[in-house]
Structures are given as structure tokens and as C-alpha cells.
């Protein structure tokens, strides 16, 4: 037996000392060759702007420290925003083409881009858009163009907005498995799937007004576009009055009915490319990669450090997916105590989370804001706990389709007892005092329990109304008045006083360096995330650092599968109380 674990354990050592080799190797080509720039734009070039890529604001930089290795990603909005930019004085960039683009964007971070290309056309250069199917994101995005394609036997939808919620009051009762709700705020919706059979009138009431202020934003920018009045286009949707090419053509939703040949032709004409011949394209993720790496002007010696807060609010160290209180409080750190640094923009894209990681967030900004000015920009989501470490901001920008508010709490506890009695499962408790035992699965709720776990809630909300209340310079009562749950858009968040002006990143930083008092300044993004080598491991393996594995599920079993299954994953994974957005708000 001893030889045969000797030579078990010999194997094992080849086995891992091959491994450690293998992704060694990995690694140093990584360190060798990975930062090299491999783009080279020639002159008489077209963007292909396709964002199917392109998911968060923020790419990420992470330090491996264990090796002394450092890698930045330019995969993020806020990178392709700047290398719109940087094309628009580019003399070798001739225009975009916006080729079959499927974006997952969301409506603030589309909004984003949209103004972006819309400045890009100042420029005299050409916008160009084709698609097979335009969904109604996409076309959103497609009617900025000077000219939008769309295929002989494609589609056009649009058709207004919507929100799909799934109740499962019933499936507890059926199953035995129930969800203990404990919350503070009646429009705390989050939990509602679980305690009824259908929407709240609150709910609903909620919602219709959050699609209506979205859809008006999307239709009165369609309409400047398109010269198409928003009565006209509120009718065609009504209608669904350009689901055929003949019918959009016909309602100007778009320019030409062509075939992707035709398109491609019509774009050599205005670059004088023959016929025969293949014009020059760069794509637009490594166009930004190029920006990223050469644009930056270091003979400006000011600086507006920008912290991307997106995500989740879990807590730990964090990454581009989940905000952690580690990166997120060590970037506040770094940037308020260097002496080139001006101001800090909070760039948050959140739908909240844990209100302890919240609490620790928010203190991290009320120390760096008395050294430095802090600017909140909002991107998608700024809700909930998302609002909690915004609200203290010397100023707040929304778009006016971010979806924030959501003051409120709630704890979530599943509860088997019924099932166990079905199965046959009996748990027995022995306690040296009355509350020792705490909560159990397969007990009912006790009374005492509910009580003190209710004072928690009661506590947190009423703290998350004093730090709104003190950073909006209004009283708690006015907060609750709006408060309780409740989520808006950007616009009504402005003339309800949860933010201060509309804009995006970009009028962020102009104020930001308004009240820093610098007008030349270059910008730095934080945080850095520390990773393992664990996490370098699963990079080379396939599964990136950078992609969670929600998203690699997500892959395998569809969208919609998905959704139903991470729903009742994070309500079972959910710890203390949560500062959180309604989680199953998904417009479509």
C-alpha cells in the first residue's frame, strides 16, 4: 500500500508540476506579447461599431500579485465613448458603420453613446447603419444614422416597452419551500413574487410610470433624428406600424430596403473605392484599444480620477461584476491622497445589495469628500444601495433613463418547514439560552426572532434616510415621502430631488473640474483589483476573470431560463439586509 501511495504521489507531482509549467508558459507569453499594438488604421477607414461585446461601463484592471502582473481591459463603454471621440478629429476615419449590431446595452449606457455619435456627425463624417432584424434597442441606437438599412425580408420591432414579473406565492404552498419576508417600505417590490400571486396596485403603479418616462426619453430622441413627431411614433408603436420593411420604409423609420451588398456598395460610392475592391474597416474594440493606449495626454498634470462602483454591492474585494468595499475603499484612498489628482467622479451602475458594504462605501466618500470634491454620474442603475453610496456626493448626475430611488430594506429568509414535515424531516433544538438557536430552516418563524430582525431593518432604514436626508439637505420626513421602496427614472428623480442635474460622465466631469478649479485635466480610472493565482489559472483555462460564471450559465441554458433560476438563487444566497432593487424589473 505504501509503494502504491508513492507512486500516486509521484504522479500527482508530474501531473501538477506539468500544469505550473504549462500555464508558466501561458504566462510569460502573455507578459512578452500581450501589450503589443497590433492596429494600424489606414487612411480612408470605416469604424465597425459593433457593441455585441461590450457590457459594462468599465473594462477592470487587475494586479496579479503573485507574479507582478498587470492587465487592463478597454472593453468598456466609457472606452468606446473615447475612441468616438478620438475618430471624430482621426483624419484616417472616414465614418461608422453600424453593421448588424446585436447591443446588450443598457438604456443609459445606449443613451450614452448615442449623444456621442450624434457629436461625431458635427464632424462632417458619415454614420451608416444595416441590420438583418433591428430590435427595438438597437434601433434606438441605428436612427442616430445618417442613412439605416434594413433587409428585403428583415423585421423592424418596435412596439413600447415592457416588464415581465413571475409570482411564485403559489409555488411555495405547492412545494413547502417558503421565503420569509421582512421589509420596510411599501414599494420594496423585490420580494413581492414571493408573498403574492400577482402585482401590487404600488407595484404597478411604479412600473407604468418608470416605462413611461423611459419610453418618452427613447421617442423624443428617435424623433429629433428622424424628424418624426413623437405622437407619430407613439402611433406606429401603438400599431406596430413598421414591423415589415415596406411598412418602416414607408414610415421613415428607415432609409432603404437593401440587401448587405447593396450597403457595403453605397459606402465604397462615398469613400471612392471601386466597386471591386474591398474598403478599409477597423473594428471598434480595437480602435479603442489603440485610444486607450496612445491618446493619453501626460503633459497635463491634473487629474479627475473616475471610480467605477458596478455591479452587485456584496462586499469583499469585488471585481468589474460585484462591488466590493476593499477596491472600492482602497481606490478613494489612493486617489484623495495623490497630490495630481483633483477631484473624484463615482461612476455607479448598481442596483444595490448588502447595506453594511453600503454603509462602509458611503463612509469611505464622506472621509475623501472633505479633502476632495466627489460627483456621482449614474449609469443604468443607480438604486437602492446604488443610491446609498451616492447620496452624499457634492453633486449627483443621472441620465434621464436611470433607474434610481429604491430607498428601503428588507430581509429574505427561505423557510423548509412545511416541506420537512412532507419528507419526513423533524429538527430538533437543545439551547443553553432563549435565543440561542436563532433561526432555523425547518422551524417556523419565531415571534422573538421576527421582532429583533424587524428592529434591524427598522434601524438600517431609518439610517439610509439620514444620510439621503443629509446629503440632499432635505428632511427624513420629505425623503420617506418619496422614499419606501419606490424606484424612478432620472427625470423624476430630479424634480423630486434625488439628483441634481441630467447628464452623463461627461457633464460629470466638466462640473468636477468646475469646482476643482482646473480646466486642462486628464483622467485616470479606478479601481485596480487584486486577483490570485487562481484567477490568472481560470483566465487561461477559458473562463475569464473578467466574465462571471452567471454568465457562462447563462450561455448554456438561454436567457429566459436564466432569469427564472437567478432569481430564486440570490434570494436563497441573500445575507443581513439588503439595500436592493427589485431584481426582477427586466424592460423589454
Known amino acids: 500500500m505504501k509503494f502504491l501511495g508513492n507512486v500516486l504521489a509521484t504522479v500527482i507531482g508530474i501531473f501538477v508540476f506539468c500544469m505550473v509549467f504549462f500555464f508558466g508558459l501561458i504566462f510569460l507569453g502573455a507578459i512578452m506579447g500581450g501589450d503589443k499594438d497590433t492596429v494600424k488604421v489606414k487612411d480612408n477607414t470605416v469604424i465597425e461599431l459593433d457593441l455585441s461585446e461590450v457590457t459594462l461601463d468599465y473594462g477592470g484592471k487587475v494586479n496579479f500579485k503573485e ?74 441606437l441605428n436612427s442616430v444614422a445618417d442613412s439605416v438599412y434594413l433587409n428585403p425580408v428583415g423585421e423592424l420591432d418596435f412596439k413600447g416597452l415592457s416588464s415581465e414579473i413571475v409570482y411564485m406565492k403559489e409555488l411555495q404552498e405547492k412545494t413547502g419551500i417558503k421565503m420569509e419576508i421582512l421589509r420596510h417600505g411599501k414599494y420594496k417590490s423585490a420580494v413581492e413574487p414571493f408573498l403574492k400571486q400577482e402585482m401590487s396596485p404600488e407595484n404597478r403603479e411604479q412600473i407604468t410610470v418608470l416605462l413611461n418616462s423611459v419610453w418618452n426619453t427613447i421617442v423624443t430622441d428617435i424623433s429629433k433624428s428622424r424628424n418624426i413627431s413623437v405622437d407619430s411614433l407613439n402611433s406606429i408603436a401603438n400599431s406596430l406600424g413598421a414591423r415589415t420593411p415596406e411598412l418602416a420604409l414607408a414610415k421613415h423609420l428607415v432609409d432603404k430596403v437593401a440587401y448587405e451588398d447593396e450597403y457595403h456598395n453605397a459606402i465604397k460610392k462615398r469613400l471612392k ?38 455591479g452587485e454591492i456584496r462586499g469583499g474585494e469585488g471585481d468589474v461584476n460585484i462591488i466590493g468595499e476593499i477596491a472600492v475603499k482602497r481606490a478613494l484612498k489612493e ?172 457633464d460629470a466631469l466638466k462640473y468636477a473640474a468646475k469646482i476643482a478649479k482646473i480646466k486642462d485635466f486628464r483622467t485616470e480610472n479606478y479601481p485596480e483589483y487584486d486577483k490570485s493565482f487562481e484567477d490568472l489559472i481560470g483566465k487561461f483555462t477559458g473562463i475569464s476573470m473578467f466574465q462571471s460564471k452567471e454568465a457562462l450559465l447563462k450561455e448554456q441554458i438561454g436567457e429566459e431560463s436564466f432569469q427564472l433560476l437567478e432569481q430564486i438563487k440570490r434570494a436563497n444566497q441573500l445575507k443581513g439586509v439588503q439595500a436592493i432593487m427589485p431584481f426582477e424589473l427586466k424592460i423589454k
Open 335 to 506: 486617489a484623495r491622497e495623490d497630490e495630481d489628482v483633483k477631484a473624484i467622479v463615482l461612476r455607479v451602475d448598481s442596483p444595490g445589495g448588502s447595506a453594511l458594504t453600503s454603509e462602509l462605501i458611503w463612509r469611505e466618500i464622506e472621509i475623501t469628500k472633505k479633502e476632495k470634491p466627489v460627483v456621482v454620474s449614474m449609469g443604468n442603475v443607480a438604486a437602492s444601495g446604488g443610491y446609498y453610496i451616492a447620496c452624499n456626493a457634492d453633486r449627483i448626475f443621472a441620465e434621464p433613463s436611470t433607474i434610481t430611488g429604491s430607498i428601503g430594506v428588507f430581509g429574505m429568509l427561505p423557510n423548509m418547514t412545511e416541506l420537512g414535515k412532507n419528507i419526513g424531516i423533524n429538527a430538533e433544538q437543545v439551547k443553553t439560552h432563549e435565543n440561542a438557536s436563532g433561526y432555523s430552516l425547518f422551524e417556523p418563524i419565531d415571534d422573538k426572532f421576527k421582532a429583533v430582525t424587524l428592529e434591524s431593518i427598522e434601524n438600517i432604514y431609518a439610517t439610509f434616510l439620514t444620510r439621503v436626508a443629509t446629503g440632499r439637505k432635505m428632511t427624513t420626513e420629505q425623503v420617506d415621502a418619496i422614499a419606501q421602496g419606490r424606484v424612478w427614472t432620472g427625470t423624476d428623480a430630479l424634480k423630486n430631488g434625488l439628483v441634481d442635474e441630467l447628464g452623463g460622465l461627461d
Open 67 to 140: 507574479f507582478n502582473y498587470f492587465e487592463t481591459k478597454h472593453d468598456g463603454v466609457i472606452d468606446i465613448i473615447n475612441a468616438i471621440d478620438a475618430a471624430k478629429t482621426d483624419d484616417q476615419i472616414k465614418g461608422i458603420s453600424i453593421l448588424n449590431n446585436q447591443s446588450q446595452l443598457g438604456m443609459a449606457q445606449s443613451k450614452a453613446l448615442r449623444d456621442k455619435l450624434e457629436d461625431f456627425k458635427k464632424s462632417g463624417k458619415f454614420i451608416v447603419a444595416y441590420s438583418n432584424f433591428i430590435t427595438q434597442r438597437d434601433y434606438y
Open 273 to 310: 473605392v471601386k466597386s471591386d475592391e474591398d474598403y478599409k474597416t477597423v473594428d471598434i474594440l480595437k480602435y479603442a484599444k489603440k485610444v486607450a493606449t496612445s491618446a493619453t495626454d501626460f503633459s497635463k498634470k491634473d487629474i479627475i480620477a473616475v471610480v467605477y462602483a458596478q
